[in-house]
């Protein structure tokens, strides 16, 4: 999968920290990405859960996602909710709990068992579920999250796009130019993350494959030049 702890863990440095996310309006998620995230949100407990990234470029591209990610902020569900009303809860339980609530519901079958990362007094969380035939892979952090925020939290440009439980999608504001010229543009500094983003292009998904890459140094020059 795309999404890793150590994404969520360690603070990412964009070339393009300055754009902000726009509204994808003429694209019409499908009916299953809604009916995976609004079954997150309910039986997580929440209702700020949100789709991010390579499934979302996949049906922009008209294509089958691989998996579907979502990211939660564990303290806005109901457990952490429970934990703040007199009853003392450890983070991980929280999320122990979050993921129990998840897995007791007919949808979801637990595929691959809790992952945790802890960096800087900070607890995240990874793990993978099925719903109706299709990967999920569900990442917790206690950091609050929002639409704008997620949509611009991809390595690359074309993983820049996030989806509420509304339909309601962002992206990029270079998104749909990356999508018709073709082009993979990396947005990440450091030696890290954009050795990252270079691998996850490399072993990207058929429907990208005659995509081309732009390194962020590359793209870093081409703003520079916009007036």
Same mark, same amino acid.
């Given at each position: ?29 499908s ?11 309910e ?70 068992s ?5 960096? $800087?007094?900070?607890?995240?969380c990874?793990?993978g579920f099925e #719903? &109706?035939?299709? %990967?999920? +892979?569900?990442?917790? *952090? ?21 989806? $509420? ?9 270079? #998104? &749909?130019?990356? %999508?018709? +010229?073709?082009d993979? *543009? ?14 996850r ?17 590359a ?9």
């Amino acid at each position: 999968m795309d999404t890793n702890l150590s994404d969520l863990v360690f603070k990412r440095r964009y070339v393009d920290a300055h754009l902000s996310a726009v509204a994808l309006n003429g694209f019409q998620p499908s009916a299953l990405s809604l009916s995976i995230l609004r079954a997150v949100n309910e039986y997580a407990g929440t209702s700020n859960s949100l789709m991010v990234g390579g499934a979302m470029t996949a049906e922009y591209n008209k294509a089958s996602p691989r998996d579907y990610d979502v990211h939660i902020s564990y303290p806005e569900t109901k457990a952490a909710l429970a934990a703040n009303d007199g009853q003392f809860l450890g983070k991980d339980r929280i999320m122990h709990d979050i993921v129990s609530d998840i897995e007791a519901s007919k949808h979801f079958r637990l595929i691959e068992s809790p992952k945790f990362v802890r960096h $800087n007094k900070s607890l995240l969380c990874n793990v993978g579920f099925e #719903f &109706e035939g299709q %990967m999920v +892979d569900i990442s917790m *952090t206690p950091d609050p999250i929002s639409l704008n925020s997620r949509a611009m939290y991809g390595d690359a440009i074309l993983n820049s796009i996030a989806m $509420n439980d509304e339909g309601k999608v962002l992206a990029h504001p270079y #998104f &749909e130019e990356d %999508m018709k +010229d073709k082009d993979w *543009t990396i947005r990440v500094k450091g030696s890290y993350d954009h050795a990252r983003a270079v691998y996850r292009f490399d072993r990207r998904a058929e429907h990208l494959e005659d995509f081309t890459m732009v390194t962020a140094d590359a793209y870093d020059s081409q703003l520079t030049q916009v007036p």
